[in-house]
Nanobody, 122 residues
Framework: QVQLVESGGGLVQAGGSLRLSCAAS????????MGWFRQAPGKERAFVGI???????NYADSVKGRFTISRDNAKNTVYLQMNSLKPEDTAVYYC????????????????WGQGTQVTVSS
Protein backbone atom coordinates (compact mmCIF):
# COMPACT_ATOMS: atom_id res chain seq x y z
CA GLN A 1 0.00 0.00 0.00
CA VAL A 2 1.30 3.40 -0.98
CA GLN A 3 -0.08 6.64 0.39
CA LEU A 4 0.37 9.85 -1.56
CA VAL A 5 -0.18 13.37 -0.26
CA GLU A 6 -0.15 16.35 -2.60
CA SER A 7 0.41 19.89 -1.44
CA GLY A 8 1.31 23.30 -2.80
CA GLY A 9 -1.84 24.24 -4.65
CA GLY A 10 -3.45 27.64 -4.41
CA LEU A 11 -4.64 30.73 -6.22
CA VAL A 12 -2.23 32.46 -8.58
CA GLN A 13 -2.51 35.07 -11.30
CA ALA A 14 -1.92 34.19 -14.93
CA GLY A 15 1.79 34.16 -15.67
CA GLY A 16 2.66 33.14 -12.15
CA SER A 17 4.23 29.98 -10.78
CA LEU A 18 3.48 27.26 -8.29
CA ARG A 19 5.32 24.18 -7.14
CA LEU A 20 3.33 21.14 -6.19
CA SER A 21 4.71 18.37 -4.03
CA CYS A 22 3.68 14.77 -3.75
CA ALA A 23 5.00 12.89 -0.75
CA ALA A 24 4.85 9.10 -0.80
CA SER A 25 4.96 6.50 1.92
CA UNK A 26 6.99 3.35 1.57
CA UNK A 27 10.60 2.39 1.22
CA UNK A 28 10.67 1.72 -2.50
CA UNK A 29 9.81 5.16 -3.83
CA UNK A 30 12.84 5.16 -6.12
CA UNK A 31 11.34 2.20 -7.97
CA UNK A 32 8.09 4.03 -8.75
CA UNK A 33 7.34 5.89 -11.92
CA MET A 34 5.29 8.86 -10.71
CA GLY A 35 2.69 10.58 -12.82
CA TRP A 36 0.89 13.89 -12.50
CA PHE A 37 -2.67 14.34 -13.72
CA ARG A 38 -5.21 17.12 -13.50
CA GLN A 39 -8.97 17.30 -13.62
CA ALA A 40 -10.92 20.43 -14.38
CA PRO A 41 -14.64 20.68 -13.54
CA GLY A 42 -16.72 18.70 -15.98
CA LYS A 43 -13.70 17.20 -17.69
CA GLU A 44 -11.91 13.89 -17.55
CA ARG A 45 -8.69 13.40 -15.66
CA ALA A 46 -5.86 14.32 -17.99
CA PHE A 47 -2.20 13.40 -18.14
CA VAL A 48 0.23 16.19 -17.24
CA GLY A 49 3.58 14.45 -17.00
CA ILE A 50 5.58 11.59 -15.58
CA UNK A 51 8.88 11.01 -13.84
CA UNK A 52 10.31 7.59 -14.57
CA UNK A 53 12.52 5.68 -12.18
CA UNK A 54 15.64 6.66 -14.11
CA UNK A 55 14.70 10.30 -13.90
CA UNK A 56 13.53 10.80 -17.45
CA UNK A 57 10.30 12.70 -17.96
CA ASN A 58 7.46 13.11 -20.43
CA TYR A 59 4.91 15.89 -20.62
CA ALA A 60 1.59 16.60 -22.21
CA ASP A 61 1.90 18.98 -25.13
CA SER A 62 -0.25 21.52 -23.30
CA VAL A 63 2.34 21.96 -20.54
CA LYS A 64 5.59 21.23 -22.34
CA GLY A 65 8.09 24.01 -21.80
CA ARG A 66 6.15 25.42 -18.84
CA PHE A 67 5.99 22.55 -16.36
CA THR A 68 8.89 20.54 -14.97
CA ILE A 69 8.78 17.35 -12.94
CA SER A 70 11.58 16.47 -10.57
CA ARG A 71 11.99 14.00 -7.75
CA ASP A 72 13.94 13.60 -4.56
CA ASN A 73 14.14 9.90 -3.78
CA ALA A 74 15.73 10.57 -0.40
CA LYS A 75 12.59 12.49 0.58
CA ASN A 76 10.14 10.16 -1.20
CA THR A 77 8.81 13.21 -3.00
CA VAL A 78 8.06 14.19 -6.57
CA TYR A 79 7.54 17.81 -7.57
CA LEU A 80 5.67 19.61 -10.30
CA GLN A 81 7.05 23.07 -11.01
CA MET A 82 4.49 25.07 -12.95
CA ASN A 83 5.54 28.30 -14.62
CA SER A 84 3.76 30.71 -16.95
CA LEU A 85 0.44 29.50 -15.62
CA LYS A 86 -2.69 30.07 -17.65
CA PRO A 87 -6.36 30.13 -16.61
CA GLU A 88 -6.82 26.85 -18.49
CA ASP A 89 -4.38 25.21 -16.06
CA THR A 90 -7.03 25.55 -13.36
CA ALA A 91 -7.79 22.06 -12.05
CA VAL A 92 -7.30 19.64 -9.21
CA TYR A 93 -3.85 18.13 -9.59
CA TYR A 94 -3.12 14.55 -8.61
CA CYS A 95 -0.05 12.40 -8.37
CA UNK A 96 -0.15 8.66 -8.87
CA UNK A 97 2.02 5.55 -9.11
CA UNK A 98 2.32 3.96 -12.51
CA UNK A 99 1.58 0.24 -12.63
CA UNK A 100 0.77 -0.32 -16.28
CA UNK A 101 2.71 0.06 -19.48
CA UNK A 102 1.14 3.20 -20.92
CA UNK A 103 1.68 6.23 -18.73
CA UNK A 104 -0.84 8.37 -20.58
CA UNK A 105 -3.99 6.76 -19.17
CA UNK A 106 -5.25 7.05 -15.58
CA UNK A 107 -6.35 3.41 -15.61
CA UNK A 108 -2.70 2.36 -15.61
CA UNK A 109 -2.06 3.96 -12.22
CA UNK A 110 -2.71 2.24 -8.92
CA UNK A 111 -2.38 4.70 -6.09
CA TRP A 112 -3.65 8.25 -6.09
CA GLY A 113 -3.35 11.19 -3.79
CA GLN A 114 -6.30 13.29 -2.68
CA GLY A 115 -5.45 16.08 -5.05
CA THR A 116 -4.60 19.74 -4.62
CA GLN A 117 -6.53 22.61 -6.17
CA VAL A 118 -4.77 25.01 -8.51
CA THR A 119 -6.68 28.10 -9.59
CA VAL A 120 -5.24 30.54 -12.09
CA SER A 121 -6.98 33.88 -12.39
CA SER A 122 -6.91 35.96 -15.54
Amino acid sequence: QVQLVESGGGLVQAGGSLRLSCAASGRTFSSYAMGWFRQAPGKERAFVGISRTGGSTNYADSVKGRFTISRDNAKNTVYLQMNSLKPEDTAVYYCAVLRGSNFYYPKNYDYWGQGTQVTVSS
